[in-house]
């Protein structure tokens, strides 16, 4: 079974700190883009960043290039967002998903929801003013 578990959110001043984890188990991690994507109340979801180690592609939204780094642990098929200098604007419900890269053809991680093939339940974030 597939699974995908987003931690760490939470309420945060801003300027301050957050770090994502999303923990994913049932698919070899190692050949899935992992993405992170928000919705805020209101908003469309949005891509926010992703990673696909097999293809060696990274991305971040203009958004938050500059404040936020993905990272990945492949030992704890583990993927991280650290957050940093946050604004009010980042508060949303962040998601992760989990992009099959085997048979992708166009180079990179999606940025498009419907690409991703599996998604956890999201965590919460709110920053405060």
């Known amino acids: 079974e597939v699974q995908l578990v987003e931690s760490g959110g939470g309420l945060v001043q801003a300027g301050g700190s957050l770090r994502l984890s999303c923990a994913t188990s049932?698919?070899?991690?190692?050949?899935?883009?992992i993405g992170w994507f928000r919705q805020a109340p209101g908003k469309e979801r949005e891509a926010v960043s992703c990673?696909?180690?097999?293809?060696?592609?990274?991305y971040y939204s203009d958004s938050v290039k500059g404040r936020f780094i993905i990272s990945s642990d492949s030992a704890k098929n583990t993927m991280y967002l650290q957050m940093n200098t946050m604004k009010p604007e980042d508060t949303a419900i962040y998601y992760c998903?989990?992009?099959?890269?085997?048979?992708?053809?166009?180079?990179?991680?999606?940025?498009?929801?419907?690409?991703?093939?599996?998604w956890g339940q999201g965590t919460e974030v709110t920053v405060s003013s």
């Open positions: 990673f696909s180690k097999r293809h060696g592609s990274t």
């Open positions: 049932g698919f070899t991690f190692d050949d899935y883009a």
């Open positions: 998903a989990a992009e099959n890269m085997m048979s992708k053809i166009v180079p990179g991680c999606g940025t498009k929801g419907y690409e991703y093939d599996y």
